[in-house]
């Protein structure tokens, strides 16, 4: 297939898509969201203790202005019940301080009488240049000793110009050294070793790979190179005012960064006359990106200058061609990316989800649903809920993190209809054992039991089980994890003077249990 053959990728090829979340980048050494809030925190304290006299009395203002918010943001979190370690993440931070720097603009603004004195007092109170003509002044008159009119007035209205409402400078520079930052902690991926799979998928699938990412940092980049797979951000070849394509080619990894990057900077185009304009660069070293291009904050995810809304433009074309989205690492909690996924999945029923997150819910059962639209990741647990008898299976769910399941992620899809999940063989030789095999979900914590009749405990004939053959063995025995179409041979002692051999096995998937019970008539063994 060649760059321009996207006609051969049809609806109906079964094709794979990824979206990145955080989780994915965990592996990689990378911190997450509240992780690197506080990082940054460290940081700017650790930065301001290094710093002499002259460099720290403008570096302590703003340092002063990330504790009061970051502080604030606990305690408030706390008042609430919520964990102080879960209160602040890297989105919240700096969406607060963008807010604080613009807050006298703010729409809201009318209806906040005052804000909390320790944002006021952190905050820039610049003066006019009428002021600076009366601070000239005063200081001559009390340098002097020479009286003039006024001086009482003058000295007045500059205390009350600088009491007056801050003009969020403290904040906008707050925001600035927090992105910097951001670059810096996110500048040196430990191992992206991991991600291989993902580089083997682009070269092997047809097309190759559409990644779609989240994250500001550089681990796909990283797993791509030396490799023979060809990767393209879009950046370069991108002009403000016309959209952005990303087609199918064969050995090629389309890598599409929503969010924007630690190697993405803006400068201002000065050529562009009184419209004025902005250049957009990639691959700037994150070390020495003054002017990250990174879309961080609640509200600011569709912000309109620079590329994001045609990357996110791009990102359902490239979705249209996917018949399965693996999601790694993503918590959805970004609005406007699970409004994409879900016009995804409603217009094609055909079309499923694998989920790679150790930390997945159980399912939100069916009793729960009213007859309202859900959040969506509310809505993946309640499809999880709903019996493969019901309806198809278009969710599954692979609980371990990037480096241990990326691999099984990307090949484990929904079953389409319920199995015989898990199926108990057993085989009398000399030496009996069971074949326990999983046709289903994978299970956790599989337990293998021979219990006992207390109406008639002499019918039961197995009496011991064990995973391995020289061990003494117990009445019942825990396998921790059993995938989907593994086996494994319990072995088993019989009791001579027993008639029925039972053995119960249960386990869970995703919240669900599983079980399954086995009755063999037996034999009284001959000595």
Not at 47 to 75: C, K, N
Not at 298 to 322: F, S
Not at 339 to 365: E, F, H, K, Q, Y
């Amino acid at each position: 297939m060649t760059a321009d053959s996207q006609d051969s990728i049809t609806p109906q090829m079964p094709r794979t898509a990824v979206l990145l979340g955080a989780g994915a980048s965990r592996d990689a050494g990378l911190p997450l969201t509240e992780e690197l809030a506080r990082q940054l925190v460290s940081r700017f304290d650790d930065e301001l203790s290094r710093m002499d006299h002259w460099d720290s009395s403008s570096f302590g203002p703003v340092v002063r202005a990330l504790r009061v918010v970051y502080g604030a943001m606990v305690a408030h979190a706390t008042e609430q019940g919520e964990s102080p370690l879960q209160a602040v993440n890297v989105e919240r931070l700096i969406s607060a301080v963008r807010l604080l720097a613009g807050r006298r603009d703010h729409e809201a603004a009318p209806f906040v009488a005052t804000w909390k004195n320790a944002i006021e007092e952190v905050d820039g109170h610049a003066l006019s240049v009428d002021d600076h003509e009366l601070e000239k002044n005063v200081s001559f008159d009390l340098e002097t000793g020479i009286s003039t009119p006024g001086l009482s007035a003058n000295i007045a209205k500059l205390a009350r110009d600088a009491m007056s409402p801050g003009n969020g400078a403290i904040f906008g520079r707050l925001e600035e050294e927090l992105l910097r930052r951001t670059c810096l902690l996110l500048a040196s991926p430990r191992t992206v070793g991991y991600l291989a799979p993902l580089v083997q998928l682009a070269a092997t699938q047809p097309g190759g790979l559409d990644v779609i990412t989240l994250n500001y940092d550089t681990t796909i980049e990283d797993a791509v190179s030396g490799s023979a797979v060809t990767l393209d951000t879009g950046l370069r070849r991108w002009k403000p005012g016309t959209p952005l394509t990303f087609p199918p080619r064969d050995s090629h990894l389309n890598l599409l960064k929503l969010h924007g990057s630690v190697t993405w900077a803006v400068s201002d185009d000065l050529t562009s006359g009184p419209l004025g304009g902005r250049s957009y660069l990639d691959g700037v070293d994150p070390r020495e990106n003054r002017s990250p291009l990174m879309v961080i904050g609640d509200r600011e995810k569709l912000e309109t200058d620079g590329p994001t809304l045609a990357l996110m433009h791009a990102c359902e074309e490239v979705l249209t061609r996917a018949s399965r989205l693996v999601v790694v690492g993503y918590s959805f909690r970004d609005r406007h990316v699970d409004t994409v996924i879900r016009n995804w999945l409603l217009a094609d029923a055909s079309r499923t989800i694998t989920i790679l997150d150790p930390g997945w819910p159980a399912p939100t059962m069916m009793r729960n649903y009213r007859g309202r639209q859900m959040r969506l990741r509310e809505a993946l647990r309640f499809d999880a809920g709903v019996p493969l008898s019901t309806a198809p299976g278009r969710v599954v769910v692979v609980k371990q993190g990037a480096a241990d399941g990326l691999d099984k992620a990307l090949v484990e899809t929904p079953l389409p209809t319920m199995p015989a999940e898990v199926v108990l063989m057993i085989c009398l030789d000399e030496r009996p054992f069971i074949r326990v095999t999983n046709f289903g979900y994978d299970l956790e914590r599989v337990q293998v039991a021979a219990p006992v009749d207390h109406w008639s405990p002499e019918r039961q004939a197995i009496t011991r089980l064990r995973l391995d053959d020289a061990d003494d063995g117990e009445t019942m025995l825990i396998i921790p994890r059993l995938g989907r179409n593994e086996s494994v041979q319990v072995h088993v002692d019989l009791d001579r003077a027993g008639e029925m051999g039972r053995l119960r096995l249960s386990g869970s998937h995703w919240g669900r249990t599983v079980t399954a019970d086995l009755w063999v008539q037996l034999r009284p063994q001959v000595s």
